[in-house]
């Protein structure tokens, strides 16, 4: 009787434990609720109108919530020609998108693109909700190349 005893004041002792450490994980994430992350294959079936580019890119985003600032790494391959526009989209009521260019990359950058900008609260939204994109437009393709939507990585 004493051994069952001793062994279910252990099994206590651990589930008690158990519960602490389990509690206190959830109280302490990694990622503060104000930071979102997206991300997005690039492709030219994706672009409107659509195109058979054999380009394809990806985008990986951070978003403050708090600071409005949003932070990106586009990188592609196989344009057409160097990029003419970098955007990112965001769908408005009665149709069409919201620009958000991207304004400060070298005009002979062949491979990719990275920097930050700030997002309206007008447009938080829909970037939170997966409705953003990211739009490659080259001479050859004016209204997009490549394009991708942001999405929370799975």
């Known amino acids: 009787m004493m051994k069952v005893k001793q062994r279910f004041s252990i099994f206590c002792y651990a589930l008690i434990v158990m519960v602490a450490v ?11 609720d104000n930071i979102f992350t997206f991300v997005a294959p690039l492709t030219g079936t994706d672009a409107i109108p659509s195109n058979s580019s054999v380009a394809q890119g990806y985008c990986n985003v951070t ?3 708090i600071d409005n600032r949003l932070s990106f790494t586009i990188t592609w391959e196989k344009l ?16 069409g998108f919201t620009n958000i260019p991207v304004t400060e990359f070298p005009a002979d950058i062949t491979s990719g693109a990275s920097g ?3 997002i309206s609260q007008a447009d938080e939204p829909a970037l939170i ?3 953003f994109f990211v739009n490659i437009s080259t001479a050859t393709y004016s209204d997009g190349e490549i394009r991708g939507q942001l999405k929370e990585p799975q």
């Open 116 to 118: 930050y900008l700030n």
């Open 63 to 65: 978003y403050d919530s």
């Open 129 to 131: 909700n997966n409705n």
């Open 22 to 32: 389990l509690a206190f994980n959830a109280c302490s994430k990694d990622d503060p």
């Open 80 to 95: 057409t020609g160097v990029p003419t526009a970098v955007n990112f989209q965001a769908p408005v009521s009665g149709g």
